[in-house]
Each structure stands twice: as structure tokens, then as C-alpha cells.
């Protein structure tokens, strides 16, 4: 098990690693709510790899932990409760939205010190509409993440929708319905740049693979 552990994340992060470092390098820390629940995150971003970690709300407690390759496309996912990790098949689904309507308004506004543009996605049949703040910089890693991922919920999917999001990211969402009764809001916290060490996105010792 010990030797399997180790040649796992010895290809894990010759994989990222070896891809070019251009691009964001750091860690950005979100809030997202639905209303009822409110959910933290930090997504820790090296080359092609993103740690993707999953906080008790006011806390630095992990809850979960999700490591991914953007070259490879594979996850891994960590209990830490339990000292357990396992790989995340690869998702297929089709997640993409029928019948949005895109509208890029000309508000600006800065958020952390960084300029923003407004775009609002608009979907009639779903009675939605979400209103995102974004930024361009060296962000190319977000769209590849949420293409791997595919989450289902508005957020995600209406704003996969938007072209021309290479380089781009969302410090600020909010989903409404057409009536603008507030759904759910998702915001950056914070952005730090910075180096960060190649072992956060190793498998971490005493951790045993379990399979699905």
C-alpha cells in the first residue's frame, strides 16, 4: 500500500508540475450561499494543479479536500476524518444551459483592487438570472476547472455559458429570479498571490486509497 501511496502522487505531481507556470499562482478563498447554507472554500493553484478545500464556516477545520490535475482531468478526493483518499471518476455529463440569455452590461465597479466588468445571464424558462462581477488576468485555470468539474448548480453552469472566459474570474455572483428575489450569492474573499509548496497537492502521509 505504501509503495502504490508513493508512485501515485510521484505521477500525480510530475503531472502538474511539469506544465508551464504561467498563470495565477496562489490561493483565492470564496464564500457561497444558497440562503439557507453557507459553504467556504480555498482553491490552492499551482500550474495545472488546484487544491480545491472545503472549510467549516469561520473556521480553518477542513472539511474536504479535492486535488485536481487540469492536464489530466483526475481528482482525487481526501477525507480528512478518516485518513482516506480515492480517485473521482472523470464526470461526462452534459451540464450545459438551454435558452440563457447573456448581457454584458458597461458597470464597472473594483472589488479587492481589481476592476470588474458586469455580466448577467439571463434564463426565462428557469425564472433565474445571474449577475457576475469578473476580473481579467491570468486566470486560464478556473474555466478548465469548471469543465472538469461540471457542477450543476446556476453559478457554474450559467456562467460556463459565457464565451470568451479564457483568462477570466467571478469576485462576485448573485442568482435572483426574475422578479430579483435573491437566491443564493457567491464572493471572493481574498486573493493571494504567492508561491506554494509542491506538497500540498501530494496525498498526505498515513493516508490509505479506498476504491468506489
Known amino acids: 500500500m505504501r509503495i502504490q501511496t508513493l508512485l501515485t502522487i510521484a505521477l500525480f505531481t510530475f503531472c502538474g508540475l511539469g506544465a508551464s507556470a504561467q498563470g495565477f499562482e496562489g490561493s483565492i478563498?470564496?464564500?457561497?450561499?444558497?440562503?439557507?447554507?453557507?459553504?467556504?472554500?480555498?482553491?490552492?493553484?499551482?500550474?495545472?494543479?488546484?487544491?480545491?478545500?472545503?472549510?467549516?464556516?469561520?473556521?480553518?477545520?477542513?472539511?474536504?479536500?479535492?486535488?485536481?490535475?487540469?492536464?489530466?482531468?483526475?481528482?482525487?478526493?481526501?477525507?480528512?476524518?478518516?485518513?482516506?483518499?480515492?480517485?473521482?471518476?472523470?464526470?461526462?455529463?452534459?451540464?450545459?444551459?438551454?435558452?440563457?440569455?447573456?448581457?454584458?452590461?458597461?458597470?464597472?465597479?473594483?472589488i479587492h483592487g481589481l476592476n470588474c466588468?458586469?455580466?448577467?445571464?439571463?434564463?426565462?424558462?428557469?425564472?433565474?438570472?445571474?449577475?457576475?462581477?469578473?476580473?481579467?488576468?491570468?486566470?486560464?485555470?478556473?474555466?478548465k476547472l469548471l469543465n472538469i468539474l461540471k457542477r450543476k448548480d446556476n453559478f457554474s453552469t450559467y456562467y460556463m455559458s459565457i464565451p470568451g472566459m479564457e483568462n477570466k474570474l467571478p469576485l462576485?455572483?448573485?442568482?435572483?429570479?426574475?422578479?430579483?428575489?435573491?437566491?443564493g450569492f457567491l464572493q471572493v474573499d481574498k486573493i493571494e498571490a504567492k508561491q506554494l509548496p509542491a506538497a500540498m497537492f501530494a496525498i498526505p502521509a498515513g493516508f490509505e486509497k479506498v476504491e468506489r
Open 117 to 143: 466588468s458586469q455580466i448577467r445571464v439571463k434564463n426565462a424558462d428557469a425564472d433565474r438570472e445571474v449577475m457576475y462581477w469578473v476580473t481579467t488576468g491570468n486566470y486560464s485555470f478556473f474555466p
Open 29 to 110: 478563498y470564496f464564500t457561497k450561499s444558497n440562503m439557507l447554507d453557507v459553504t467556504q472554500y480555498v482553491y490552492h493553484v499551482k500550474g495545472n494543479l488546484v487544491r480545491i478545500d472545503e472549510m467549516v464556516e469561520g473556521s480553518d477545520e477542513l472539511v474536504a479536500t479535492l486535488i485536481v490535475n487540469l492536464e489530466t482531468e483526475e481528482m482525487i478526493a481526501l477525507s480528512h476524518e478518516r485518513n482516506l483518499y480515492m480517485q473521482r471518476p472523470t464526470r461526462t455529463d452534459d451540464v450545459s444551459q438551454k435558452g440563457t440569455e447573456i448581457i454584458n452590461g458597461s458597470l464597472q465597479r473594483s
Open 172 to 183: 462576485m455572483a448573485q442568482e435572483n429570479t426574475l422578479l430579483r428575489e435573491k437566491k
